[in-house]
């Protein structure tokens, strides 16, 4: 389950929206581990900048006859479309916030592009029950979506 | 930089097998079929990194804790599932060397993460190779008997991820809040696999509950488990068409415990086992409130529009036997 919005909006680097376009399993730097390199066709940054494709690394991956599996490590898959949260220390490949909390898929709806959120953001004051099954609950449109992270980024408007 | 209020577990990637089966269970792509992550052989062997600390606990304190995590699961008397030591190693845990190692490291894509378990899986035999959990060295740890101020238990964290260690997924027995500033608080939870943690300074999440006894049993069955607990298994429909995901929890009247599965397949059935006999009431719910990726593979579709219900009569389950005529119904909200 994601921190809410707020945090992950607040610390990413980078907010980038796009489309997958290449998932490649390697090798860690150090040789020690198997994880995945993921590139994204950027259509908009939400927050910061890294260029009109960016790439960036999760855990695990499948190279020869073994397959690593991080549990909680975000997965993805070719043409699909999403929203990822990033970090990056210095000039390392930048990864996804929070393992999976930083990764929001984006999809089609009857009435266009919508994003599923578990919750609203943080509550003004005090603190605010998240009740299953609430009927007010609904997926969010993509542009509402995408505003809301804006403001929180406190980005253009 | 700390934050505060990064609360989260590791997350599960779980493909549900077909038939329906309770509980989430870890499962991977192996060979060109599903694999449940289950330890063929037991006990599981295990080694405690010395390589990397975390201020405030030693290594001996650290494999003590984990030991005592271990030793619960173990204790399940209606499981099979054990564990053995190994030693210390200069290994770091997450690495891909054929070792199932615990300690501590600092990651960066660990980042509001305390702790997260990883598997190397075999894909032409899809035997389990080993598993790794690693906690996240840049929080505050503890390992004392009644916890301490602004750390997090080491021994609770522990637990849950044993858990996924060996080979459950997420469950879904939670509730939480969102506080002012950011940050989702865990306001109880009938389950030490839920996906958030307690906060710092609490050893409340260092005792299995029924939920959790059900799920190793159900994976590791042994000691009567087929004859003493019994189960429900059924279907949930909504719009005369069945759904998949939808949450269903079973309460135990006679022991006010839950134990809880979700329906796995597109016929929408679920089964729970693992329940003591006497009267349940049957709840089904949505998992809206949750990140759906940290309990399903994303390629499947959960469906999260529809009302809370409950099943209009109670089930009265016995041992040993199954009450597979529960027909669930929820209607869109």
Redesign the interface.
Known sequence: MPADLTELSRDARAIARGRVVAIDPRWSDDRRSIETIVTLEVETYLKGTFGRTVQFRVSGGELGRFRSVTVGAPEFSIDEHVVVFLGADGPSVPHVLGLNQGVFRVVRAADGWVVSLPSAGSPISGSARIVRGDTSRRPVALADFEQRVRTLAGGPR | MR?A????L????AWPAQPAFAYLK?S???NGRQVT?KWAQTPVRYVVSSRDAAAGVTVDEFQAAVGRAFAQWQAVPTSSIAYQFGGLTAA?P????GLSTLGFRNR??????LA?????????TGSL?ESDIVFNSSFDWSTAPAGQLGRFDVESIALHEIG?LSGLGHSALG???????????V?GAETVMF??AFGSGTVAGRTLKADDIAGISDLYPDGGFSTSTGSVSGTVTKDGQPIFGA?IVAFDLAHGSMVAGFSLNAQGQFSINGLSPGPHVIRV??????????FF???LTVD?????AFLDRLVIVAGGGDRGDVAATVSR?
């Open positions: 934050r209020a990064a609360v989260l590791s997350m599960c990637v870890l991977t792509r192996a992550l770091l997450g690495q891909d060397d960066a894509d660990m980042d509001r993460v997260s378990t990883s598997f190397l899986v075999d894909v032409v190779v996924h509730e939480t809040e969102l506080r002012e500033g950011g940050g989702r608080r306001l996906p958030i949450h719910e949505p998992l809206d409130d949750a990140e759906v990726d940290s593979d994303t390629s999260l529009d529809f009302k809370v909200k």
